[in-house]
């Protein structure tokens, strides 16, 4: 397996291609009715192992262009100008303000971060019994024993921030036992499935590609995919009933969210963003019974999806070049009699390898092939 330049490129576009196919297959209800929100998580495993696995393969076929690659390559790696012993090129422009930007992005996001977790820290934990009763119906598998649950008026979305130590966010507002019991469901849901470890894969790919316009969406398409996803661990839960009590919930969240100014950063809300569009798709799978439907075959379009993953490997494109004496493991031509010889040319001489093998052209001979035979053409050289 090679990492080079071109199959990071190759990589950099399949990843594009394959969040944008997510963006498409997210908005076809009929797509989401029938395989629920598989598919989505599917591609959004490949499309984050196609980035960071930027590799050929065994199988991968290597394209080498002649001309126009080359060309744009040449373009980008000749020095425009010169200081001292350093060539500043197009490339290492735009390296340098590629990373920077990425640099600058993940600075302000942990700082971000960074801020949001020491003012948790300052506030207190809630201590209603009523609540802690309801979380603990809604945790069966227990894992958030020591979870530090806290209410308060500026949180505008009930969320869960944190790895090791995870705090639930509830804003002030008075649900009902079932609402808030499915609005607790789908944090624990989002802590027990590792969703913010995957948004924030993400969202640091996101981070490092910024320059990408089809990776912008990456993120905000990875956390509505995940919200589904704790939807349908919800509906799993509930009966129709408390289904419907769950939806009341999220409109409640709805109204009171106004974008104050305790954001969860790096965390899972209930509510991501107030789009209309993604907001209805979700109350239309759960009220259509979408997850729990139980004669859809949900892993069908797995093969398909699988297939294009691989066959985005099959092909590297990479500019044609002469080989070198490198590429031959360092051989020696000690002697007239090793199995080489050279052909003189108008400018040069071509190496070869009996009986026809072309290896490379030099202008002049190196001192340890001096030894090698001389002729005027091939067919002279196989004669002997």
């Given at each position: 397996?090679?990492?080079?330049?071109?199959?990071?490129?190759?990589?950099?576009?399949?990843?594009?291609?394959?969040?944008?196919?997510?963006?498409?297959?997210?908005?076809?209800?009929?797509?989401?009715?029938?395989?629920?929100?598989?598919?989505?998580?599917?591609?959004?495993?490949?499309?984050?192992?196609?980035?960071?696995?930027?590799?050929?393969?065994?199988?991968?076929?290597?394209?080498?262009?002649?001309?126009?690659?080359?060309?744009?390559?040449?373009?980008?790696?000749?020095?425009?100008?010169?200081?001292?012993?350093?060539?500043?090129?197009?490339?290492?422009?735009?390296?340098?303000?590629?990373?920077?930007?990425?640099?600058?992005?993940?600075?302000?996001?942990?700082?971000?971060?960074?801020?949001?977790?020491?003012?948790?820290?300052?506030?207190?934990?809630?201590?209603?019994?009523?609540?802690?009763?309801?979380?603990?119906?809604?945790?069966?598998?227990?894992?958030?024993?020591n979870v530090k649950i806290i209410v308060h008026s500026e949180v505008e979305s009930p969320a869960i921030a944190g790895c090791t130590h995870p705090v639930v966010l509830l804003p002030k507002i008075d649900f009902e036992d079932d609402e808030l019991l499915g609005i607790l469901i789908h944090e624990i849901s989002h802590y027990r499935y590792k969703h913010h470890l995957i948004k924030f894969i993400a969202e640091f790919i996101s981070i490092c590609f910024w320059w990408n316009p089809f990776f912008r969406t990456l993120a905000a398409e990875t956390a509505h995919a995940l919200e589904m996803h704790s939807d349908k661990v919800v509906c799993?839960?509930?009966?129709?009933?408390?289904?419907?009590?769950?939806?009341?919930?999220?409109?409640?969240?709805?109204?009171?969210?106004?974008?104050?100014?305790?954001?969860?950063?790096?965390?899972?809300?209930?509510?991501?963003?107030?789009?209309?569009?993604?907001?209805?798709?979700?109350?239309?799978?759960?009220?259509?019974?979408?997850?729990?439907?139980?004669?859809?075959?949900?892993?069908?379009?797995?093969?398909?999806?699988?297939?294009?993953?691989?066959?985005?490997?099959?092909?590297?494109?990479?500019?044609?070049?002469?080989?070198?004496?490198?590429?031959?493991?360092?051989?020696?031509?000690?002697?007239?009699?090793?199995?080489?010889?050279?052909?003189?040319?108008?400018?040069?001489?071509?190496?070869?390898?009996?009986?026809?093998?072309?290896?490379?052209?030099?202008?002049?001979?190196?001192?340890?092939?001096?030894?090698?035979?001389?002729?005027?053409?091939?067919?002279?050289?196989?004669?002997?």
């Open positions: 397996m090679d990492f080079t330049v071109f199959s990071l490129t190759v990589a950099v576009v399949w990843t594009g291609i394959f969040a944008k196919l997510i963006s498409i297959l997210r908005k076809k209800m009929s797509v989401l009715q029938y395989f629920s929100v598989y598919p989505l998580l599917i591609l959004l495993l490949f499309c984050i192992l196609r980035i960071i696995l930027p590799l050929e393969l065994p199988y991968t076929i290597v394209v080498e262009s002649e001309n126009i690659v080359p060309m744009v390559r040449d373009f980008f790696e000749t020095p425009f100008l010169q200081f001292g012993y350093i060539n500043i090129s197009l490339l290492l422009l735009i390296g340098i303000v590629w990373i920077l930007g990425a640099v600058i992005i993940l600075f302000r996001r942990i700082w971000t971060y960074y801020h949001f977790r020491r003012f948790l820290n300052f506030l207190p934990p809630s201590e209603d019994k009523r609540l802690h009763q309801l979380f603990e119906k809604a945790d069966i598998h227990s894992r958030l024993r799993s839960r509930l009966d129709a009933v408390r289904q419907k009590k769950y939806i009341a919930g999220i409109m409640k969240v709805i109204e009171n969210k106004k974008y104050s100014s305790i954001m969860p950063s790096f965390s899972s809300s209930l509510v991501e963003e107030m789009d209309n569009e993604k907001l209805q798709q979700r109350f239309h799978m759960i009220l259509g019974n979408h997850y729990q439907n139980k004669k859809k075959i949900r892993f069908i379009i797995l093969p398909f999806i699988l297939a294009v993953f691989l066959l985005s490997y099959i092909v590297v494109i990479q500019p044609y070049s002469e080989p070198k004496l490198s590429d031959y493991d360092g051989r020696e031509f000690p002697d007239a009699d090793c199995g080489y010889y050279f052909i003189k040319t108008k400018n040069g001489y071509d190496l070869y390898e009996y009986p026809k093998r072309f290896i490379i052209h030099m202008e002049e001979i190196q001192d340890t092939l001096q030894a090698l035979r001389i002729y005027d053409s091939v067919e002279e050289a196989n004669k002997k």
